[in-house]
């Protein structure tokens, strides 16, 4: 249940996979009221380029009747990985077991689609190398939908 120090962000986005706009609500959690900042409290389900903790600049908008996002003001240098078991053969929990011991954010939407939180405390690459291996296996696909600096691997080989 939020607190009185938390408030709900709404996200307008395009959407590549469903080739339309669309939105989502992010809990926050108040920064500095004055300046419309807000600390992003939960894992974004679908928007792109957002994770927890971000730091983002919102305002309210009489049309929709709440704060609505603007941009990222600061990144919190976590990442967010979303996540698509791709039959019904695999149990995603045990999926979500392995992410979470990895030290891992998890909040599942349904059976087939959960997303994956990685704070800027662990190391990207173990965790990269495991989505591989089940994206090889044909278990899941997955998108990196915000990738922080910190995480970013495009320069360093894999193992």
Same mark, same amino acid.
């Given at each position: 249940?939020?607190?009185?120090?938390?408030?709900?962000?709404?996200?307008?986005?395009?959407?590549?996979?469903?080739?339309? &706009?669309?939105?989502? $609500?992010?809990?926050?959690?108040? +920064?500095?009221?004055?300046?419309g900042y807000y600390q992003l409290k939960s894992l974004p389900i679908y928007a792109p380029g957002l994770a927890i903790d971000d730091v983002v600049w919102a305002q309210y908008k009489a049309t929709e009747s709440m704060?609505? &996002?603007?941009? $990222? +003001?600061e990144h919190s240098g976590n990442s967010t990985i979303h996540?698509?078991?791709?039959?019904?053969?695999?149990?995603?929990?045990?999926?979500?077991?392995?992410f979470e011991n990895a030290g891992c954010l998890i909040k599942?939407?349904?059976?087939?689609y959960f997303v994956i939180g990685i704070p800027s405390s662990i190391q990207y690459i173990?965790?990269?190398?495991?989505?591989?291996?089940?994206?090889?296996?044909k278990v899941l696909d997955y998108a990196?939908?915000?990738?922080s600096n910190?995480?970013?691997y495009k320069n360093i080989s894999m193992p």
């Open positions: 249940m939020p607190d009185s120090n938390s408030v709900e962000i709404l996200i307008n986005y395009f959407s590549n996979i469903l080739d339309d &706009y669309t939105s989502e $609500t992010i809990q926050a959690g108040v +920064v500095n009221e004055e300046f704060l609505v &996002y603007r941009k $990222t +003001v996540a698509v078991v791709l039959n019904d053969l695999n149990d995603p929990d045990v999926m979500i077991g392995l599942k939407l349904n059976a087939k173990p965790i990269k190398s495991l989505l591989d291996e089940l994206k090889r296996k990196e939908s915000c990738l910190k995480h970013q």
